[in-house]
């Protein structure tokens, strides 16, 4: 009797184990993800790519947020109504940046991600991919891929005054080597701008625009890693004046995060020597977007370029180019330098200047340039830091990475 009862459980159980695997076999496909395997095919292209940029959006906007604040450019108030998060004026002080700040966590993880993502679409596209797909993935993997490298090397630090970055949980990069990665993966998107699908994207439309884009981002590695002969050769075949500018785009439902924590609330204010500029020149105003606030017996200034949620941020543009050919040009042909600056003053209805010294050249970036991240690795360049020996240059390296990296043994600041 008692070896009836075994047989009949174990049965049971092995009807249950069979019945288990025919539910689980009938089960439809996840909604709510994509599983990696079902990737693998050439009609995935396509959303491999837009993923990739749009890992670039959401990640970019808080970047040069954060880099912003880390800068003379904007300053924290906790007087001012919102300002609410301590880990910016962490950030806007510089002295003590925890590795555990969430704002900064909340940017390294993104672009960890969208290293990953553009690198991923290259080994993947390589595979599965073929004709005009495949090049528009390759291009795709590579420009982003050495992107993301910039960003490394632009923002981030090992320690206080040590840029750079790490890949796939590998040593510490400084920020020389990680800009050299970064040039060749732009060097080898060069090779992928063969793609008649360009027509159908909102920020590169051609072939030209891809290479001459291509182009002035390696100008700018070279340009901040410090080598002008080899950046004057790359953004001499950069953008152009007419060229529409490269945007990280939002939309909203993914939006921008200037729009809510610099303009509805806010965290970060913008430094008051941008209101001198309009003082100085009222036409300045047709490029230094910004707007008083008052509240009380308190007032300041707001950014004003991103007033709705899908206002997007330029990453690279003509009149940046032609910022760095004035920069390398500005000691050894002056007059092509001051023609170049012209130039960009011109887009923007302003009179020309009649000189031009390295002080002028600051200037017209800082205004130029203007929330896109470019006046945080400016200070280091051209040795302007608005703060005491000791702080923070660059946003650290997170302690999520330090604790999973084996590779990171970092010691005291």
Wanted: proline share 4%.
């Amino acid at each position: 009797m008692k070896k009836n009862i075994v047989f009949i459980i174990v049965m049971a159980i092995l009807a249950l184990l069979t019945s288990c695997d025919n539910y689980v076999q009938d089960v439809d496909p996840l909604i709510d993800r994509v599983e990696d395997d079902r990737l693998n095919s050439p009609d995935q292209l396509d959303f491999l790519i837009k993923g990739v940029k749009h890992r670039f959006s959401t990640m970019y906007d808080n970047l040069v947020f954060l880099a912003g604040g880390l800068s003379d450019e904007l300053y924290y108030d906790a007087n001012a109504p919102g300002s609410s998060f301590p880990t910016l004026r962490e950030i806007d002080l510089a002295e003590d940046i925890r590795r555990d700040n969430n704002s900064v966590d909340g940017v390294f993880t993104p672009l960890g991600e969208l290293r990953f993502f553009a690198d991923n679409l290259v080994t993947r596209a390589t595979s599965i991919g073929t004709g005009e797909d495949l090049e528009g993935a390759l291009f795709t993997g590579y420009f982003f891929g050495g992107l993301a490298r910039f960003f490394y090397a632009t923002y981030f630090g090992l320690y206080q005054e040590q840029g750079g970055g790490v890949i796939d949980g590998g040593p510490f990069i400084p920020s020389s080597d990680m800009y050299d990665l970064a040039i060749e993966k732009f060097t080898e998107a060069l090779n992928h701008t063969d793609y008649e699908g360009f027509a159908n994207w909102p920020d590169i439309t051609s072939k030209e625009m891809a290479e001459r884009l291509t182009h002035s981002m390696i100008a700018r590695c070279y340009l901040y890693k410090g080598d002008a002969a080899s950046a004057l050769t790359h953004a001499e075949m950069g953008m152009q004046e007419g060229d529409d500018p490269f945007m990280s785009l939002y939309s909203a439902i993914t939006n921008n995060v200037w729009y809510y924590q610099a303009n509805e609330r806010h965290q970060y204010l913008v430094d008051d020597r941008f209101a001198d500029y309009i003082t100085a020149d009222p036409n300045e105003a047709n490029r230094v977007k910004i707007y008083k606030v008052e509240s009380g017996s308190l007032s300041w200034w707001q950014q004003a370029f991103y007033l709705t949620l899908d206002a997007p941020i330029n990453c690279m543009t003509w009149q940046e180019n032609e910022l760095m050919l004035a920069e390398l040009k500005l000691t050894s042909d002056n007059a092509a330098a001051l023609a170049h600056v012209n130039k960009v003053r011109a887009s923007h209805g302003l009179d020309p200047l009649t000189t031009l010294d390295e002080a002028a050249l600051i200037a017209e970036r800082d205004k130029e340039l203007m929330t896109t991240g470019a006046r945080l690795p400016d200070q280091r360049r051209f040795d302007i830091w608005h703060l005491p020996a000791g702080t923070w240059k660059y946003l650290p390296i997170t302690q999520s990475e330090i604790n999973g990296n084996p590779n990171l043994d970092v010691g005291p600041e």
